[in-house]
């Protein structure tokens, strides 16, 4: 979804309870793993992962790879992203490495610099799958009949 309205911006990342803040000024040297929903403002060198969402503010820089459910950019991130939901790239983030995502928005203004891979959910992969294997099971039946 291209060219979003910028005054969404604070919208998106107030929506998330978060548990785990970073705030503007603080630097964190090292890996971070939280259950919960974390919110970055300061800067992180390392990796993070999180079970929920992970949200790089607009101050926000993380140097590392992103692994969570969700992933809300209007930041800077140097480092590769893995989102088994949405990612979503604001109009004053900026992301240079790769993606991994189910769903994947980029605002206009936005800085994308690497290679996206859109994953699928689990129950189109199986819909997929299924229909593969009728049409291959068709094309064997018939090959049988001539």
Do not use: W, Y
Request: aromatic share 2%; charged share 25%; net charge neutral.
């Amino acid at each position: 979804m291209l060219g979003k309205s910028k005054s969404n911006n604070v919208e998106t990342e107030a929506r998330v309870k978060v548990s785990t803040i970073l705030g503007d000024g603080a630097v964190f040297d090292g890996d971070l793993k939280a259950p919960e929903a974390i919110r970055i403002d300061g800067t992180i060198n390392g990796n993070c992962t999180c079970e929920k969402e992970v949200v790089i503010g607009k101050n926000g820089h993380l140097k590392g790879n992103i692994s969570a459910q969700n992933v809300v950019i209007s930041g800077r991130v140097e480092g590769d992203i893995n989102a088994m939901g949405k990612l979503e790239l604001l109009s004053t983030g900026k992301l240079v490495g790769n993606i991994s995502a189910r769903s994947l928005v980029i605002d206009e203004d936005a800085f994308f610099d690497g290679r996206c891979t859109m994953t699928a959910t689990q129950d189109s992969a199986k819909k997929s799958t299924g229909t593969q294997s009728q049409t291959e099971t068709a094309g064997s039946s018939e090959t049988q009949k001539k």
